[in-house]
């Protein structure tokens, strides 16, 4: 396993650490379930906007609460270990409910990204509270079209014999 795959309080740590180093830590959360060119384009966008970047990874049983029956197709230790051998991921943190907002208060980031599937006012409105508490900065990084895990899925078994 590697050593960028932390627990929320490990997490929290070295948040502590590098904004005491002057350092911007950037976040981000997604379910990351078949890891396509859009996510990989999505997070090199991310960590572009700071010293380092922390993804919260949706853990099994919230995916299978957010995306459906039949998800994820990946177990969560894999999706963090494939994660976390991007050169632009510095830390990923499972976690086990639907939304980040844990992780978020652990990561306590200077700068949170979403995609453009979102805006700041369809963010859950615990994750913004707790952003605007922290004084986070939220950012959107335009959607990759013609990139989705949903997509995907459709097109393997559209493509079933």
Not at 37 to 62: E, F, K, M
Not at 90 to 102: G, K, Y
């Amino acid at each position: 396993m590697s050593a960028k795959i932390v627990g929320l309080e490990e997490l929290s740590e070295r948040s502590k650490q590098l904004q005491a180093a002057g350092k911007k830590l950037v976040a981000t959360n997604g379910c990351f379930d078949l890891l396509h060119v859009g996510h990989v384009r999505y997070l090199q966008a991310a960590r572009a906007l700071g010293d380092l970047l922390a993804v919260g990874l949706n853990g099994d049983r919230s995916v299978r609460e957010l995306k459906g029956k039949g998800r994820p197709i990946t177990a969560e230790r894999d999706r963090a270990e494939i994660l976390a051998a991007l050169q632009c991921v510095d830390l990923v943190t499972i976690f086990p409910e639907p939304r980040a907002t844990q992780f978020i208060a652990a990561s306590h980031p200077a700068i949170y990204v979403k995609g453009g599937d979102y805006t700041s006012e369809t963010l859950n409105e615990e994750e913004r509270t707790v952003l605007k508490e922290i004084g986070a900065e939220i950012r959107i990084i335009p959607f990759e079209a013609g990139y989705s895990t949903s997509r995907l899925l459709e097109q393997i078994c559209e493509n079933r014999p």
